[in-house]
């Protein structure tokens, strides 16, 4: 189930980041295609291809296009995510240094048919190199009339906070406040960037925009399943044969991702469990991985498909202390606006790290799926719910493995 | 405007009501510790959720803006257990250290944790620890452990004074309220972050420790501080007297008047009461002969001034009035000067620095009254009296309050002034260089020993009442001038302050029709 490479077609290139490899390979075509159709053309187009968002939510993005109201006179702001944090996922980090003129491509095409006419690209803090290779593609493409002429592109750079990658966080950030996400409504597409429509896009997403405006809709829909076309940039990492980035459709089963992609369980070891959508998603039992990979898929499967960060485990792996891991990454990210997230992520980790210390509580357990379950839907942001992920699957998927740690 | 059903009674507000303030109409309290009307929404302590008819789950009630047609349940059984798990995040890494917190008997952690919470506590880890007891500026303290980082004090830096001092630092549960490096919080409205900060968090430097607040009785006022007249509360200490130094007037604070003053209240304002307990006090009319001083009874005393004003001619006679006397000690001088026929008189002494202003709230006029001393015809020439008593035209003069030693006019000449005129006499609460070189000092009760009405700069006449009793033998002016009158030959009826305002309303068209009554707490804004 290897479909056809196309956001990582170029990656074996040694010079696939620079703007001669990205011509040769018939880069900026789309884009002249999409200067001679209406803006709402594409849009239409981006609705009937089924792209989702690729950042973690899964929301249609030509839906969320749409959402930018017409009648606007000031400006409306394009704005890319490329603050990939979410523990276990590093393909934008791939994308930014091996194609960064994809996204700039991408955002061109957007840009027209939200009537934007500056875009801002979020990067990471820690993206070092692909900072610089996306910022000299920048300067390529200034130089060679792609950017300037009606659409400016604003390179601005993180400092590390995780809850900068939720997109009013990311939007609070490049306003020059502190990270926190905003309340909604209003939604960005109605009030976003300093106070203008915005829309905020995965760097992966963007991506394939291109190939949408150059090949159709009918043809990117195909190569996924009814509600979610395309294909999807699959970091593995954990204990596989074969760590990496692998494209695929969205339509494969995390079974061939981790068998088939990444060469299976190091050393044939038996596989215990699998976070398939970065740290966010709920864990799956090692005999839980013959669902499809799609937002759907994963979703009835009671996780999600999030980021497609997928983190295998085996035997050897402790679940409560990589449940300590978890905790003590939402501890430390939580921003600290809500109270629920604010104060439950540092109660829960000191409480998850009690118990693999061999100090923990009988009532500790419920305790910690409780508090997560009351906590889980009354804050702003879904960082929360991402936190309560982890804390609720591992426990009810793993509970003998807690309890075995709890003195009697 | 939107028709909305909360908890099955109807109500119809303004478009843009949120649903908090939308159930305060009809008498219901959605808890919160975030939201407060005169600051932005932060929508971040998640306590105010209520469910709303067709929304999945419970929703926040100061982000909802009512709609036509909404149907609202606060109380349902989701709602409950929401606000009880709520609760209990915001306890988590709370010190609870109760018996020792300022805030504790005014606190909404305590309130709401027994209204909605009551919960048994689960949390048997260490909590998270910060900095206590860290002044923040000259009268704010913080004591970060207690603080549940609703933002309010934030908002209110950034939105109302605009100085920005305050930010929240780090994040999750390490959060905190702190300074911006290089600042403190000084500006000039700064403590009313105490008053907005719902938990012991932000104290009072001036009153922390000082009282407990459960023995505090309360009574409604005016500050006295400028022409604003900003509502306020006067907090007195009379059951613990040992406590506070003997101070009885606690703290004052602010008394929400949408036409006035909103929420807020200046410093110069809340922290300006100190002569109220002060040792310069006047407790008892005294005179002064051949540069001994003793204390006289109220009968000398007024027997005394009453002959002055007998015995010298009316044009030898000058009265300086103080625009920080209410309109009834005002309208009691009037009938005193128009019985003698004294035409000399005058309230304005001008500060020697031009008082500061602002558009938040602070007057440049720091006095009270001086639109009501206007609308009573005392605006005269007050350089001119002083100058009539050095030319040994005036040669009694009556000053109300004012240390004349201490404003824009000269010194050496106002010196000569006084030295000049044969008869000083002084009403007012405190001693100044001014009632040191009175013949007759008359003591006069301070604006929370007794009752009153102001007029402020916009023309509206507010009711101060009494918090205390006057200290020593100190009477309110209008009582003092009561006596002068009937002293002078006059009848007059029960010795109240309002049988002076039902005189002046009836005598002065811009009053007209004005009671007490109709005042009321809100005031009431003359034609």
Known sequence: MTAEKILTRNFARADSHTLKAYLETGGYTAWQKAQTLPPAEITEEVKQSNLRGLGGAGFPTGTKWSFIPKSHGGPVYLVINADEGEPGTFKDRYLLERDPHAVIEGMLIAARAIRSATGFVYVRGEYVEPYRRFATAVSEAYDAGYLGKGFDVVVHRGAGAYICGEETGLISSLEGKKGWPKLKPPFPAIKGAFGAPTIVNNVETICHVPHIIARGAAWFAALGTKTQGGTRMYSVSGRVTRPGVYEASVAITLRQLVYDLAGGVTGNGRLKAVVPGGSSAAILRGDEIDVTMDVDGLRNAGTMAGSAGVIVMDETVSIPEALMVVARFYAHESCGQCTPCRESTGWIYKMVRRIVEGRGRKDDLDTILDVARRGAGTTICAFYDGAVGPYVSYIEKFRAEFEALIPR | ?527
């Open chain 2, 1 to 527: 405007m939107p028709n909305l059903t909360i908890n099955g009674h109807a109500v119809e507000v303004p478009p843009g009501t949120n649903l908090i303030e939308a159930a305060r109409k009809i008498g219901v309290e959605i808890p919160h510790y975030c939201y407060h009307p005169g600051l932005s929404i932060a929508g971040q302590c998640r306590l105010c959720m209520v469910d709303i008819e067709k929304t999945p789950r419970p929703t926040i009630a100061c982000n909802t803006p009512a709609v036509d047609g909404m149907v609202v349940l606060t109380e349902t059984d989701r709602v409950k257990e929401t606000r009880k798990s709520i609760m209990e995040f915001h306890l988590i890494n709370h010190p609870l250290d109760c018996p020792v917190c300022d805030q504790a008997g005014e606190c909404w952690l305590q309130i709401y944790y027994m209204q909605h919470g009551l919960y048994d506590p689960r949390m048997r880890d260490e909590k998270v620890h910060k900095p206590k007891a860290v002044p923040l500026g000259p009268h704010v303290m913080l004591d970060a452990e207690r603080c549940i980082l609703c933002s309010r004090c934030v908002r209110f830096c950034d939105e109302v004074t605009r100085t920005g001092e305050l930010g929240i630092f780090d994040r999750g549960d390490h959060s905190e309220i702190g300074l911006f490096p290089g600042t403190e919080l000084a500006n000039k409205y700064s403590g009313n972050v105490v008053d907005i900060c719902p938990v012991g968090a932000l104290t009072d430097r001036d009153f922390r420790f000082a009282v407990r607040v459960w023995y505090l009785e309360r009574a409604t006022s005016i500050c006295p501080g400028c022409a604003r007249g900003c509502n306020i509360e006067v907090h007195v200490n009379r059951r613990r007297p040992h406590h506070n130094e003997g101070r009885r007037v606690a703290r004052l604070k602010p008394r929400f008047n949408a036409d006035v003053n909103r929420w807020w209240i200046c410093d110069a304002g809340r922290y300006g009461f100190a002569f109220v307990d002060d040792k310069t006090r006047l407790l008892a009319p005294s005179r002064r002969e051949d540069g001994a001083v003793s204390d006289a009874t109220w009968e000398e005393a007024i027997g005394a001034v009453a002959g002055a004003l007998r015995r010298f001619a009316p044009d030898e006679i000058g009265v300086v009035a103080s625009p920080k006397m209410a309109n009834e000690d005002l309208w009691a001088l009037r009938r005193v000067l128009e019985q003698r026929g004294i035409r000399r008189v005058a309230f304005r002494v001008p500060p020697r620095e031009p008082g500061d202003e602002d558009t938040v709230l602070i007057r440049g006029d720091k006095n009270p009254n001086s639109r009501g001393a206007e609308l009573l015809g005392l605006d005269g020439d007050g350089a001119a009296i002083l100058a009539a008593a050095r030319a040994r035209v005036v040669k009694c003069l009556w000053v109300f309050g004012h240390d004349l030693l201490q404003c824009a006019w000269d010194a050496a000449e106002t010196d000569a002034a006084l030295r000049a005129v044969p008869l000083l006499i002084f009403t007012g609460t405190n001693a100044n260089a001014t009632s040191e070189r009175a013949h007759w000092v008359l003591p006069a009760a301070t604006w929370v020993e007794r009752e009153g009405t102001y007029t402020n700069f916009e023309g509206r006449v507010q009711r101060f009442r009494a918090a205390v009793e006057p200290l020593g033998q100190a009477l309110p002016e209008w009582d003092i001038l009561g006596r002068v009158l009937q002293a002078l030959g006059v009848e007059v009826s029960a010795p109240r302050a309002e049988r002076w305002f039902r005189e002046l309303a009836g005598a002065v068209p811009v009053f007209a029709g004005l009671t007490y009554q109709s005042i009321g707490d809100g005031g009431a804004k003359l034609p």
